[in-house]
């Protein structure tokens, strides 16, 4: 049985090695989730981290198997707390990989609810570090139909290598 790797991310998605690269540089600096529309109140918290490694048949019959990374984030109003630290994330992703193997290049998803609204599932673009903060915006991730997202990467690709810059004077893009 072939089954399809589907450990690469979407373009707007980052994985958890490259988010931790980016905060050990900012380690002091309040990290700043960002989702539908509004920033975490400062007083939220990391309520879970998950790794999972998943088997699955596509809607097309292909095997699919991709390692996952799941982070829950609480998004409450905590007293006079401050957003955290970058390094106290950093410090609680490092306590949680002593007990849980965590693969620095999975599929990383963050599950955020204000404990009212149900849990919603978002997918991170890469951190900026701003005004002495670091941001995280945060997606919703979509559903999708991967045999589709595959031929439009594989005719995007056909079009690219006909349209591209060598292929100008070949007239394949006329």
Not at 27 to 44: E, N, Q
Not at 129 to 137: D, S
């Amino acid at each position: 049985m072939n089954v399809i790797d589907n450990s690469k991310i979407q373009e707007n998605d980052i994985d958890l090695g490259l988010l931790l690269s980016v905060l050990t540089g900012a380690k002091d600096s309040p990290l700043i989730f960002y989702y539908d529309g509004k920033a975490v109140k400062p007083g939220y918290h990391v309520t879970e981290v998950k790794a999972g490694q998943f088997s699955a048949l596509d809607c097309g019959a292909n095997p699919e198997a991709w390692a996952e990374i799941f982070i829950q984030l609480w998004d409450i109003e905590e007293g006079d707390r401050t957003h955290m630290p970058a390094g106290k994330f950093h410090a609680i992703i490092r306590k949680v990989s002593d007990h849980v193997q965590l693969d620095g290049s999975a599929k990383l998803t963050f599950e955020v609810s204000d404990g009212v609204r149900p849990m919603q599932l978002y997918c991170a673009a890469m951190p900026v570090l701003r005004a002495g903060a670091v941001h995280v915006t945060l997606s919703p991730r979509p559903a999708s139909c991967k045999p589709r997202d595959r031929w439009l990467a594989e005719e995007n690709s056909k079009a690219a290598a006909c349209c591209g810059p060598q292929a100008a004077a070949s007239g394949c893009c006329a």
